[in-house]
């Protein structure tokens, strides 16, 4: 990793830290002012984030939308049994609106048990392990064990909407948006929100989309082929070396870059001889 490198990261990171937040579901999260509101829409809007970011935005509002001013009030309100109806007609990708309502009922039972998903979250960290890999494990397992009913008889099976919430890193997945959503609750800049000060910077792990994938392997950040938790801490050891401490601090502008200059697997060379990071890319080899 050159020098020169580093230092287009370092710029990218200052140019578009907040500039595509419009765009972007934080954005949706930075509109709450109380930080109880903000962990609860950070939660929902990670776990949302699939596809288009303006179809995720919209998504993520029109189910905010049903909740009142203040989305922690109304779960701790909630009841699962009576209160489902309130999300009939939802509907985003392969979720619907009993999947909705099994998610609440389980933010309800972690509000009453632990006060917070933070402190949900700290019952199964460990500051003593390299990374927030298998602290993320234990946090999943312990929502496995949650009450499912009455949205479903017991745990939903794998392939179903709920479920595709409920990633794992031991079982190989990249777990984006669970990493997305730490981003936002542990880093603290104008961009991320630093709720959650109790967790290092330095053992979170990138949020695997396909545009830090591709990003990652044209630049030489990864040597992976196929997307999952190995290729994202691999990715994220590569940026350590630049940021010890920060690693993913370089998430947002890589992701935002690829979006703007349509990084795909047929590259438009013509547009990628625009994009700041071509200089690095192996499509120079082309």
């Known amino acids: 990793m050159n020098a020169e490198f580093k230092q287009t990261l370092e710029n990218l990171y200052q140019e578009i830290h907040v500039e595509h937040l419009s765009s972007d579901p934080l954005g949706i999260v930075q509109s709450y002012e109380d930080p109880k509101d903000q962990e609860i829409v950070g939660f929902i809007s990670a776990l949302f984030a699939l596809g288009r970011a ?20 109304f779960i701790q309100n909630f009841d699962p049994s009576k209160d ?13 609106h009993h999947d909705v309502n099994l998610l ?16 949900f979250f700290l019952r199964g960290y460990d500051d003593a392990e390299v990374d927030i890999g298998p602290s993320l494990s234990r946090f999943v397992r312990r929502i496995q064990h949650l009450e499912t009913r009455p949205s479903y008889p017991s745990l939903p099976p794998k392939g179903s909407g709920a479920r595709h919430w409920l990633t794992d890193p031991a079982c190989g997945s990249g777990c984006k948006r669970l990493n997305l959503f730490l981003r936002w609750m542990v880093r603290r800049d104008g961009l991320d929100l630093g709720l959650w000060p109790e967790i290092s910077p330095s053992q979170l792990i990138i949020p695997l989309d396909t545009y830090i994938a591709r990003i990652s392997r044209r630049t030489g950040l990864t040597g992976r082929a196929s997307p999952g938790w190995k290729m994202a801490v691999e990715i994220t050891e590569s940026l350590r070396r630049f940021d ?3 690693p993913t601090k370089y998430d947002f502008a890589l992701c935002h870059v690829g979006m703007t200059f349509s990084c795909s697997d047929h590259p438009d060379i013509a547009r990628c001889r625009a994009c700041p990071l071509h200089p690095f890319c192996n499509t120079n080899e082309h």
């Open 54 to 73: 303006a179809l995720i935005r919209k998504a993520v509002r029109d189910l905010l939308g049903r909740l009142g001013n203040s989305p922690y009030l």
């Open 84 to 96: 489902g109806d309130i999300f009939h007609g939802f509907v985003y990708r392969f979720y619907r």
């Open 104 to 119: 609440f009922g389980w933010l309800k039972q972690i509000l009453e048990t632990d006060g917070s998903i933070k402190a």
């Open 244 to 246: 010890p401490d920060d």
